[in-house]
């Protein structure tokens, strides 16, 4: 049996403020093969982002993480400060939300790239640098003129595939892209998409992808994990969970695709998210919830189960 | 650098002279006020002259300083010798010139001006960025940054005031006022002159260091928050860069672009910009004579040092209008009008 490549158990990343305790992100526990392409989905607000600066490590206080991220068995949260930075970009990238805004202002591409190189032990003479940058602006399909550029000079499309080039310079495990084309226009988003899956398949990477575009998840992922107010709702084969979703809430975001052919107004799903400061005890989709189960859902909040191989749901009506 | 942008900036830098200059010229025309006859009149009041001999002086004095010519004469040679720095005479001074005593006083406060005001940038600008940065630790913020925002709203001669008191007055380890020791006489080529200045000078740099420094701290950590708060600062950390790297190319590099355009300006005003430290200080510098100029209708001395001023101002901007475009690459040399 081959081991998952990253392993989330239980995981709980809280904000403690002033207003009280943000649990951005509570019991999270998901398994990701190597190879695997896995999408994460979710409202705005559901703690997708939260949830990958968890696995990098990056959650600044007031914040706190619990729980156990591995990777390759190895327990990242007990890893120390210099390990774990060690970790960043040779194990696990992240591409950040907010396409345009990635790359340092004020330096040119090359030594944004060579940057992360440099500070993961990688000695380069001048030549050698050069090669490395020309090879890696080529794999993201970029002239090498780009090297010498700022960021300003790029378009958005082009900063993103420098971001993609530099989250893959160290050759690392797993990349976790946070909406990486969510700030590009259609045609641009499906170019750079397409590069990454690309990338992804040559260079057998997992990868989390996060974004609220269940079109895009269809095309690019083969697992889904869909989160609601920072745990998670239901995880499972992105073909099975289109088919035959679970959770209602699950339910309702696919019923609310629309489709090719059908008329009529999509309905969308009524109700807000919850706030998760301070959140109540019970399902936090219970009042927005169709199918809601009288004096069980407002009280008792549902375990995540393993309903069929593969396939995890935390609802009460599954138990 | 494109060379054009190089001639825009350095005719925009005559301009904005050139203007103040005109202005400086027009003005006393439309007050309507002859400061030579209101100085003879003055004059005559205190040492009891004659009425034909303060006619006769008033009649030489007019034809020395040029007012009896044409006006657009009067002009071009006023405007000439701006451009050569040459103001002309002191009225209250006479014959001593305004540039001479522009020259004399300006030195006496430029140097440890110019000092307080670097030790202030720099170091101003670190601690900010150490107290804005997330991984320093709060307790520190909370410690420093109270006595910070006290010191950096109370004007600077308080501070004087308060270092004049304890320093020099009860301790007795610094000189109470001053520019240098009362034994020495002003010789800018000797270097025990130099040492007797820079001990005069450490309480005036400390009172201006420590309201400054506070400033520029109080805005560079305000700067490092929205700094970090950018997207390339997440993605500088997740491409595990080490902490220094992030820290020192990726925060406080793109933080410090405001402060030194604030520093620019700083620099603009730097000849009359201590005048009330100066003044607690007794230094006879700039500051008080700018004063004195206005409360004795010393005109030409007045419009002298106003217009240096403006030439600081404007040299200070052309100078980060050249330097900037190499700090922020977004800034190009060409596109930018003006
Ligand atoms: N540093 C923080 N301090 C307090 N609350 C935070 C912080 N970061 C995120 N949150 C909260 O955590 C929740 C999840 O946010 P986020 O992970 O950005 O969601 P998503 O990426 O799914 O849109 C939000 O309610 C947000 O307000
Ligand atoms: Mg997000």
Excluded at chain 1, 88 to 94: E, F
Excluded at chain 1, 215 to 224: D, F, I, P, T, W
Aim: glycine share 8%; aromatic share 10%.
């Amino acid at each position: 049996m081959n081991q998952p490549l990253l392993e989330i158990k239980d995981l709980k990343t809280y904000f403690y403020v002033k207003a009280g305790t943000v649990k951005a992100v509570d019991g999270v526990t998901l398994n990701l093969d190597p190879g695997v392409k896995m999408g994460l989905v979710g409202e705005s607000g559901s703690g997708k982002t939260t949830m990958a600066l968890a696995v990098m490590r990056m959650i600044k206080p007031p914040g706190t993480i619990q729980g156990k991220i591995s990777l390759n068995g190895v327990d990242l949260v007990t890893l120390s400060n210099e390990e774990m930075r060690k970790a960043r970009l040779s194990q696990i990238s992240m591409i950040p939300q907010g396409a345009m805004n990635s790359l340092n202002p004020v330096a040119r591409i090359r030594n944004q790239i060579l940057d992360g190189l440099e500070d993961h032990g990688v000695k380069l003479s001048k030549s050698e640098a050069n090669d490395r940058l020309a090879q890696l602006l080529q794999i993201v399909e970029l002239p090498t003129k780009v090297a010498d550029m700022y960021p300003h000079e790029l378009s958005g499309g082009m900063k993103q595939r420098v971001t993609v080039a530099i989250a893959i310079s160290m050759g690392p495990k797993l990349i976790i892209a946070d909406e990486p084309t969510s700030a590009l226009d259609v045609v641009i988003q499906r170019q750079v998409m397409e590069t990454i899956t690309r990338l992804v398949r040559e260079l057998n990477l997992s990868m989390i992808l996060i974004g609220h575009d269940m079109g895009l998840m269809a095309q690019s992922v083969e697992r889904l994990a869909v989160m609601y107010a920072g745990k998670l709702a239901e995880t499972g084969g992105v073909k099975e969970m289109f088919a035959d979703p679970l959770h209602p809430y699950t339910q309702k975001m696919i019923s609310s695709l629309p489709v090719l052919g059908r008329r009529g107004v999509f309905e969308g799903i009524q109700g807000i998210p919850p706030s998760v400061i301070n959140p109540p005890p019970g399902c936090l989709f219970a009042a927005r919830c169709p199918k809601v189960i009288a004096g069980t859902c407002q009280e008792i909040s549902p375990a995540l189960r393993e309903v069929r191989p593969g396939r995890w749901v935390s609802c009460h009506l599954y138990n | 650098m494109t060379l054009s942008y190089f001639v825009r900036r350095v005719f925009f830098l005559f301009l904005v002279v050139w203007t103040a200059a005109t202005i400086n010229f027009v003005l006393p025309h439309l007050a309507g006020r002859d400061p030579i006859k209101e100085q003879m009149l003055i004059q005559i009041a205190s040492q009891g002259r004659t009425q034909a001999d303060a006619e006769a002086m008033i009649r030489t004095y007019t034809r020395l300083f040029g007012l009896d010519r044409p006006l657009w004469e009067q002009y071009l040679t006023y405007i000439g010798n701006v451009m050569r720095l040459d103001f002309g005479y002191s009225i209250n001074n006479y014959p001593r010139t305004v540039m001479d005593i522009i020259i004399s006083r300006g030195r006496l406060t430029l140097p440890f001006v110019v000092v307080s005001i670097f030790i202030s940038f720099t170091f101003g600008i670190l601690l900010g960025a150490f107290l804005g940065w997330n991984r320093t630790p709060q307790w520190v913020s909370n410690l420093v940054v109270p006595p910070m925002l006290v010191l950096s709203s109370v004007p600077q001669f308080l501070v004087a005031l308060v270092l004049i008191y304890f320093v020099a007055f009860r301790m007795r380890l610094l000189p109470m006022n001053g520019a240098y020791p009362r034994t020495m006489v002003e010789d800018w080529g000797s270097l025990t002159f130099w040492m007797g200045y820079a001990k005069h000078a450490i309480l005036p740099i400390l009172s201006m260091v420590l309201v400054d420094a506070s400033g520029w701290a109080l805005g560079m950590r305000a700067m490092m928050v929205t700094v970090e708060g950018e997207d390339y600062a997440t993605f500088a950390e997740a491409k595990g860069l080490t902490t220094w790297r992030v820290f020192f190319r990726y925060l406080l590099r793109n933080a410090l672009l405001p402060p030194l355009t604030g520093l620019a300006i700083r620099l603009g005003f730097i000849i009359t910009g201590a005048s009330l430290v100066e003044s607690f200080f007794a230094y006879n510098g700039l500051g008080s004579t700018l004063g004195g100029a206005i409360g004795n209708f010393d005109y030409f001395l007045l419009y002298g040092i106003v217009t240096i001023m403006v030439m600081c101002i404007a040299l200070a901007t052309f100078v980060m209008d050249m330097i900037y475009p190499l700090l922020d690459p977004r800034i190009s040399y060409k596109a930018q009008r003006g």
